[in-house]
């Protein structure tokens, strides 16, 4: 594999070089995040291992640039970062996975083995779709049996996230930290207004409804 290892310990580098040397993969070495996205840009890698805390670019930042650019190479974090809060933060901000510091290289050689391992997505996700109702991400363009139906922002993002995760239950927690960036409980009814008037679009109109509560858990929208 061809790997780029964007890491400012000294040591730490060495050691993580090293170790895949010995596995006979070939690794670059950038030691700040500036270098480590102009290398990432630069040139096709198997795997991105980065740091959290680099000087210039936090990994965090570097990540998010690079799938702006739309660069989906996957990526793992390495950080001394281990709140929980911090690796979901590094997971939603574009990471594949996440090792905190201190860690074991044959534990690391285990994750990049198993990310390299998954099949590779043939193309940007263009396109979401629920039985009838289809979302073109392209044009935020949504349609159901062909009618267009035309949503507010929110209640774009509201479906958006539905549909990401469809045929799952997804809790009111989760829709007002995904939709509305709200990382407590404002003790309102937001995502119950919004649930109604999408539902009042979205399957009102039509034969048979989409968007199911599931009592005592959340949301959950499937064909």
Known sequence: ?????????????????SGFHEEGHSV?????????????????????????MIPKLDGLSLVKALRDAGNRTPVIFLSALTAIRDRVDGLQGGGDDYLSKPFAFAELSARVQAL?????????????????????????K????????R?????????????????????????LESVWDINFDPRTNVVETQISRLRDKVDKPFDRPLIHTVRG???????
């Open 1 to 17: 594999m061809n790997i780029l290892l964007i890491e400012d310990d000294a040591e730490t580098a060495a050691y993580v070089t």
């Open 28 to 52: 670059r070495h950038a030691a700040n995040g500036s270098d480590g996205f102009l290398a990432a840009l630069d040139d096709d890698y198997d795997i991105l291992i980065v740091d959290r």
């Open 116 to 140: 390299a391992r998954r099949p590779a997505l043939a193309t940007e996700e263009t396109e979401l779709r629920t039985s009838d109702l289809i979302v073109d991400l392209l044009i935020q």
């Open 151 to 175: 949503l507010q922002p929110r209640e774009y993002r509201l479906l958006c996230y539905l549909m990401r995760n469809a045929d799952r239950v997804v809790t009111r927690t989760m829709l």
């Open 217 to 223: 858990s959340g949301y959950r929208i499937h064909g």
């Open 142 to 149: 949504v349609t159901r049996a062909g009618t267009e139906i």
